[in-house]
C-alpha cells in the first residue's frame, strides 16, 4: 500500500493570525484534503486551527501534534491528536512528520520548525505577502549551507501544487541515499565480522 503523503501547514499562533491568515490557511488545508494527503499541523489556534476546519470540511485527514500532554488542548478539527508532552521541543517531531512544509506567516515559533525541518532538507513552499519571520528567506535559504530553497506561492492553490510537484522528487532523493547508507553500514558490519571470526580462528 503507497503511504500518503504528510503534509505540514505552519504559521502563527491565535496570537498574530490576521483573518487574512485564516483565510489562506483555511484554503491551504482543504486543497491538502483534495489532493488526498494527510495535514498534519500543530493542532492549537491560528493557522493551525483554520488549516484543520479547511481540510475538515473537505472530508480530508487532520493530525494535531500538540505541545501539551493533555489531548483536550487541541482544536475541533484534529481527526487524530498525538500529546507529546515535549513543549516547545515538539516543533522538532512536527518537521520530521512531514513529507513537505506549507509556510503560513508566522513568528518565531514558525522560524523554529522552518529551522528543523531546514537541517533536514524537507521540500518547503512558503505563501508571500504574509508578513512574518519567514519574509527574508522566501525564494531563497536559511543559510549558506543552501540545503534546501523555501519556493515562494502566491495563492494557497499555487502552494500545495508546487509542494506536491517537490515532494515525490525529495522523496526519491532521500530514499536512495538512505538505502545507499544502509547497504554501506550493512557492509562495514560484515566486514567488521569477518574480521572478528578471522581473528578468533586465528588465536
Do not use: W
Not at 19 to 48: C, F, Q, R
Not at 150 to 161: C, E, L, M, N, S
Amino acid at each position: 500500500m503507497t503511504k500518503k503523503r504528510q503534509i505540514l501547514v505552519i504559521g502563527h499562533n491565535t496570537n498574530g493570525c490576521t483573518p487574512e491568515h485564516e483565510k489562506i490557511a483555511y484554503d491551504v488545508g482543504a486543497e491538502i484534503a483534495k489532493s488526498d494527503s494527510v495535514l498534519i499541523t500543530g493542532g492549537l489556534g491560528g493557522v493551525m486551527n483554520a488549516a484543520s476546519h479547511g481540510a475538515h470540511d473537505s472530508h480530508g485527514l487532520t493530525v494535531g501534534i500538540i505541545p501539551q500532554n493533555d489531548a483536550t488542548m487541541a482544536n475541533e478539527f484534529c481527526d487524530i491528536v498525538i500529546p507529546s508532552g515535549m513543549g516547545l521541543a515538539r516543533d522538532f517531531l512536527n518537521a520530521l512528520s512531514a513529507d513537505g512544509i506549507i509556510i503560513v506567516g508566522g513568528g518565531s515559533g514558525t522560524l523554529s520548525e522552518v529551522c528543523a525541518a531546514y537541517m533536514h532538507k524537507k521540500p518547503m513552499v512558503a505563501i508571500r505577502n504574509l508578513g512574518g519571520s519567514i519574509t527574508p528567506y522566501i525564494d531563497g535559504f536559511l543559510d549558506h549551507r543552501e540545503n534546501i530553497k523555501i519556493v515562494g506561492a502566491d495563492t494557497p492553490q499555487d502552494a500545495v501544487k508546487k509542494i506536491l510537484e517537490l515532494i515525490p522528487t525529495s522523496h526519491n532523493s532521500d530514499t536512495e541515499s538512505t538505502d545507499d547508507e544502509i547497504l554501506d553500514d550493512f557492509n562495514k558490519i560484515k566486514s567488521g565480522e569477518a574480521s572478528r571470526m578471522a581473528q578468533k580462528s586465528s588465536d
